[in-house]
């Protein structure tokens, strides 16, 4: 792969781990404040709201300088969101600050991989990816879990160093001033990331032309008959994947009368799930094979529905394994189709950002209904009944339209075929 990807790997781990343990303290925070339970799901709402309004020019900006340095002053951005819940701004807008930092950084850290390696290596590569920012996502989760349990509180401000005054005087402080490090490690490998010396295309200065652009590659991105199945797909996985992140802390408070520290160890359960579905995808899913990991999707919407019985924590474990592995093994091998027909289109930073705005935009809408039912008082194992089913049929209706993609295609292969002689 090179060194280049590994600083990649690197980068992008740190910062992920940074993402979701920040993620844990907001909601502890909010806890604290006393916050209505529904702008809990809200923080995601507000984390992805940047990908949706600025993806017209996140993906051009992405395109218009070196990705280290895109994906540098996108870190720095993070930092600076960070740095204002530390100071006490709300955590809704400070975690939107620093979605706005993650906004412009994915089309970059995703986009790099298309200028560092062939087509052919694209599946591996994404499987080590979203293996290494799962791992980042169990221990973000399981590292938030433990900033902000009591205990590590405590035994942090019983320690009196003589000479030394940090000024973190509550739990809050403590656990965001870690984060913050975690961020500056990130960015430190940001400066490190290769340049490919691939051409970047100057940065217009006309905000309707991009979103003319942009519109253009949407559309170019959904008629193609294999984008628009892997585009279907990873908008559907990444929506249902952040709901469930929030159903699984509001599940387990219910079903296994677990708190905040202890549910987040689920929510690592799950992501361990994926790891492994994603580095069994990258061993046995070949590109070209990728769309027949579809089925999977549709047994993972089942296998939800099996969250609403279980009542003792090592068989939910177990079920959150299954859960995350197959979610991880049918979502890898779409993102590498997605990611090189975006390429071969339009180009690697404009077809992420299309790619981001799609998958946000069902981030948006999925956790923002989610809040919306638990403000009208629907008990949590109803949501996830109707979560899971609606996983499963409209990956079904996505299968379905993959098969008259291909019966189609069959029908002007043969139609060119006789024409031919």
């Not at 909010?30 to 017209?56: C, D, H």
Request: with cysteine; glycine share 8%; net charge neutral.
């Amino acid at each position: 792969m090179g060194i280049g990807f590994y600083i990649v790997m690197a980068a992008q781990f740190f910062s992920a781990l940074a993402d979701n343990a920040l993620l844990i303290a907001a909601i502890a925070i909010l806890q604290q404040n006393g916050a209505p339970v529904e702008q809990i799901p809200l923080l995601k709402f507000f984390f992805t709201v940047s990908y949706v309004l600025l993806a017209a020019y996140v993906g051009a900006f992405a395109d218009s300088m070196p990705k280290w340095k895109v994906m540098l002053i996108s870190n720095t951005i993070k930092i600076f969101g960070c740095a204002t819940m530390f100071f006490g701004l709300h955590p809704l807008a400070a975690y939107a600050i620093v979605g706005l930092g993650a906004a412009a950084y994915s089309p970059a850290k995703y986009g790099i991989l298309t200028e560092l390696l062939p087509p052919a290596k694209l599946v591996v590569a994404n499987g080590w990816i979203e293996g290494l920012t799962v791992g980042a996502i169990i221990l973000g989760t399981l590292l938030g879990g433990a900033l902000v349990a009591p205990q590590f509180t405590q035994w942090v401000l019983s320690f009196d160093l003589p000479l030394i005054e940090t000024s973190l005087d509550t739990g809050s402080e403590i656990t965001i001033a870690i984060i913050a490090v975690l961020y500056i490690i990130a960015a430190v490998f940001n400066m490190y990331v290769p340049d490919t010396g691939v051409d970047h295309k100057p940065l217009k200065n006309n905000p309707l032309y991009l979103i003319h652009e942009f519109s253009h590659c949407v559309k170019l991105l959904w008629r193609d008959k294999l984008g628009q199945i892997s585009l279907a797909v990873t908008t559907l996985f990444w929506g249902a994947g952040a709901t469930l992140q929030f159903i699984v802390l509001d599940w387990a408070e219910l079903n296994l009368d677990l708190g905040l520290s202890q549910a987040t160890s689920l929510q690592g359960v799950v992501a361990v799930g994926v790891a492994i579905g994603s580095v069994l995808a990258a061993s046995f899913i070949t590109l070209r094979r990728s769309v027949r990991v579809i089925p999977l999707g549709i047994a993972m919407g089942l296998v939800i529905n099996i969250m609403v019985f279980v009542h003792d924590i090592y068989i939910a474990m177990a079920l959150m394994v299954v859960v995350g592995g197959l979610a991880g093994f049918f979502v890898v091998p779409m993102n590498a189709l997605l990611q090189h027909r975006g390429h071969v289109l339009m180009g690697a930073g404009h077809s992420i950002a299309v790619q981001n705005f799609n998958e946000n935009l069902s981030i948006l809408a999925m956790t923002g209904l989610y809040a919306l039912l638990l403000k009208f008082g629907l008990s949590v194992n109803l949501v996830v009944v109707l979560f899971g089913l609606f996983v499963a049929s409209t990956m079904y209706l996505v299968k379905l339209r993959h098969a008259a993609n291909q019966r189609e295609y069959d029908a002007v292969s043969q139609l060119e075929d006789r024409s031919g002689h």
